[in-house]
């Protein structure tokens, strides 16, 4: 009689869902009336009976929550999404089943949840409602993919696919890659970044303890927006990549792992914020084990990411990584400054934005430099370009503030201040040896002619006008060798 009792039961939860789930999706509902199913349909997620039912019926948990999400971020409500949210968290407290309620939570609710940032910007909202909503997000992300009691199972995993190897298997890691993967075709450029920053926050945020972990996953990551660059391992003196396709198919032979054909824009962003996920989240960059050469592997990726960029032109999202990698670790970048330097500063920027951006990375690769106490190298790699720009014409290089814009060449003045002693000495050194060398005969012989949109004579004067030391003339008239003194 208790089983006829209780199956009755069943059956009418089921049919409260179907009428719900129906009036979620009608079309000719009014909007007042919406939210009225609406709270009717949250309400039943957080009633406890209802609950009892949905622990022996995890797929349809997740198939009525995907239905009511979808409802809610179309009409914008940021309450309902918090209360599902909630919910969610406190449901996966509660049953036994976790590693199936992860692999739906990824297959059927992850990319919505991700979705709710869409309708933020158009409600008007305090900053600390907006921060309240990105921390829901991430603790629900966090508690049901990688809770700490998983963190045995998916780091075996990860090493595994690193190894090529298929001793060790996790449902969750293989399901969230072919999720990551399929946003990367599937999704909305937005909804892929934040997809993967959270992702990867979450992911730091519990295993933080294991580095190793931290770089396998933000390899793979990486990976699954079309970077992989080579890398030479102790073992061999060769480059290899760490990554390929065929060991994501050995180590997760039912994962469909989506090949990224070109490196688009999205791909740039997502390493951007990767980058500043890792930063934010202190994570180290040494494997004391040698198993993940990441450092080099990083050295490798920033190259990989000029490569993919045209080298007569300039974007907001290239120096927003670069500015990244600064931040993350001096180190990554400073070995290849003059490539980087020589890209970035004598491309067009066209627009207010790029110029902007270049404001911020130029002013940060200077303190990188002061930071190391290697101003000097860096302003020898600044004189280093006059060889580059004898080879360009003069109508492929950009206005003299997109070179050297006001702002940096003001922090720039107050470091050479700041200097110690010594190091004042050998930079002036420096300097001097190349306005005797390279600057004074040039403007001797250019007297005249025009730099900058000025003759030679007032150009001078107004740059003295603006930099109270010698030193940042002397760049600026270096920069703009004798050939290209003639300009615009």
Not at 79 to 105: G, H, P, Y
Not at 288 to 304: K, V
Request: glycine share 2%; with cysteine.
């Amino acid at each position: 009689m208790h089983s006829i009792e209780k199956a009755n039961t069943f059956c009418f939860y089921l049919y409260y869902f179907q009428i719900l789930c129906e009036l979620l999706k009608s079309d000719s509902v009014y909007k007042n009336s919406k939210c009225v199913i609406l709270e009717c349909s949250v309400c039943v997620l957080e009633d406890t009976n209802f609950q009892h039912y949905f622990k022996q019926h995890l797929e349809q948990f997740f198939d009525y929550i995907s239905v009511i999400l979808k409802v809610v971020i179309s009409e914008e409500n940021v309450d309902f999404c918090m209360r599902i949210l909630q919910t969610i968290c406190a449901f996966n407290k509660q049953v036994i089943q976790k590693e199936v309620f992860s692999v739906l939570f990824i297959q059927k609710a992850l990319q919505l949840t991700i979705k709710i940032l869409e309708c933020i910007p158009s409600q008007h909202v305090t900053d600390s409602s907006v921060t309240r909503v990105k921390f829901e997000i991430f603790k629900c992300v966090q508690q049901v993919i990688f809770p700490k009691t998983r963190f045995k199972e998916i780091s075996l995993a990860l090493f595994s696919l690193f190894s090529g190897k298929s001793g060790h298997h996790s449902a969750t890691l293989e399901t969230l890659l072919e999720s990551l993967s399929s946003a990367v075709v599937n999704s909305k450029p937005d909804a892929t970044v934040h997809l993967f920053s959270i992702v990867l926050q979450a992911f730091a945020s519990s295993y933080k303890g294991d580095t190793v972990s931290v770089h396998r996953m933000f390899i793979a990551m990486c990976f699954l927006v079309g970077f992989n660059p080579e890398v030479k391992l102790n073992s061999t003196s060769e480059c290899k990549s760490l990554l390929k396709h065929k060991k994501f198919k050995k180590s997760f032979p039912e994962c469909h792992i989506q090949k990224v054909l070109e490196i688009n824009e999205t791909s740039m962003k997502v390493v951007r914020n990767l980058l500043g996920v890792m930063s934010d989240a202190s994570i180290g960059l040494h494997d004391i084990s040698g198993e993940i050469p990441f450092q080099d592997w990083l050295q490798g990726l920033m190259s990989a990411v000029f490569s993919c960029t045209s080298k007569d032109t300039v974007s907001v999202v290239l120096l927003e990584v670069m500015c990244a990698f600064i931040r993350l670790q001096p180190l990554i970048i400073e070995p290849n400054i003059r490539e980087v330097l020589e890209h970035v500063m004598l491309a067009k920027k066209p627009t207010e934005e790029i110029r902007v951006t270049y404001v911020t990375f130029f002013c940060d690769v200077l303190k990188m430099f002061v930071k190391l106490s290697r101003l000097q190298k860096f302003v020898a790699k600044l004189l280093s370009l006059g060889t580059t720009l004898n080879s360009k014409e003069v109508e492929e290089l950009p206005t003299l503030p997109d070179v050297l814009p006001a702002q940096f060449c003001t922090e720039f003045q107050i470091a050479v201040a700041l200097l110690p002693g010594g190091q004042t000495v050998e930079l002036m050194k420096t300097l001097l040896f190349h306005l005797n060398q390279d600057c004074i005969a040039v403007l001797e012989k250019q007297q005249g002619k025009y730099f900058g949109g000025r003759q030679i004579e007032d150009t001078v004067q107004w740059l003295q006008e603006q930099f109270s030391c010698k030193s940042c003339v002397t760049l600026v008239i270096f920069i703009y060798s004798e050939e290209h003194l003639n300009t615009h």
